[in-house]
């Protein structure tokens, strides 16, 4: 019997709808800048296997899809980062050096191979000024995207980027930037997912050395704390926000305490 054929772009499209499908069910992920740098959440029950890393000293690793896929890429960067980093300068590894790094190997790897990666990557690099912050999200294909502001990728990414762009603003605070990214991964009349299950970290521009730095435990709670305040509750500033001098809250926290184990993140898939 004889083999089908498929033009060049059949073959292409369905790649494309493949990684498609299977970066969809991931679990979304939000990067937006703040006042003093980059912020990054996701939900992720696991412990163990992040979805949000450090690559070097001001850059920053975000990704959704197969776990193994983009670790390995997680890993590619890091020792790119390290090895240039030892053999000229530290100054010398930037974020768009390892943004056009990931875009060459993952086009590569989606013409050439027979199945493309089900993964989509964003690339942070926290300034000195919020001038000089860059994020770049990078898709199966290699396509790069220069990023302002905020960027979401996986699960429902459009209607979550449609939700930030609604509510993000310049130069809020951390606590800030916390509320309008879990309002944005949160479908409206949705439950947020509890502290236990959020995976947040920072590139913190006011940090020495290295600016990447992991939200947890009672930090994370006292964030979520504030940003839940209602504005009305703030005291007289006038400024209406749930940050700095604003009043406390004596309601419930707003994240709930955990219900039932944790379950494994293995490839990014399982449903929320």
């Given amino acids: 019997m004889p083999f089908g054929y498929a033009s060049p772009e059949q073959i292409m499209r369905d790649k494309a709808d493949y990684a498609r499908k299977g970066i969809a069910r991931g679990r979304s992920v939000v990067v937006l800048q703040y006042v003093d740098g ?69 086009g590569r790897i989606f013409t050439e191979s027979i199945k493309s990666l089900e993964v989509e990557v964003v690339v942070a690099e926290v300034g000195d000024t919020k001038d000089g912050d860059a994020i770049y999200r990078l898709t199966f294909d290699g396509s790069v995207f220069d990023e302002h502001g905020f960027a979401a990728m996986g699960g429902q990414a459009e209607a979550v980027a449609t939700r930030l762009k609604e509510r993000y603003r310049e130069d809020m605070t951390l606590s800030e930037a916390l509320e309008v990214a879990l309002a944005a991964l949160t479908e409206p009349g949705g439950e947020r997912p ?69 379950g494994p993140v293995d490839d990014g898939s399982s449903p929320l």
């Fill in 194 to 262: 509890p502290v236990n299950q959020l995976e947040v970290a920072v590139l913190d521009r006011n940090r020495e050395h290295r600016k990447f730095q992991r939200l947890t435990g009672a930090r994370l709670e006292r964030l979520l704390a504030q940003s839940a305040t209602p504005p009305a509750e703030s005291s007289d500033s006038g400024s209406g926000s749930g940050g700095e001098g604003a009043a406390p809250s004596d309601d419930k926290p707003a994240t709930p305490p955990p219900t039932g184990p944790e």
């Fill in 38 to 106: 980059i912020l990054f959440v996701a939900p992720n029950p696991s412990r163990a296997l992040h979805k949000i890393s450090e690559i070097y000293d001001r850059i920053g690793f975000a990704a959704v899809g197969r776990y193994n896929e983009f670790e390995e890429l997680r890993l590619g960067g890091i020792r790119y980062a390290d090895i240039n980093g030892y053999t000229y300068d530290r100054s010398d590894v930037t974020g768009r050096g390892l943004a056009n790094l990931y875009a060459s190997n993952l």
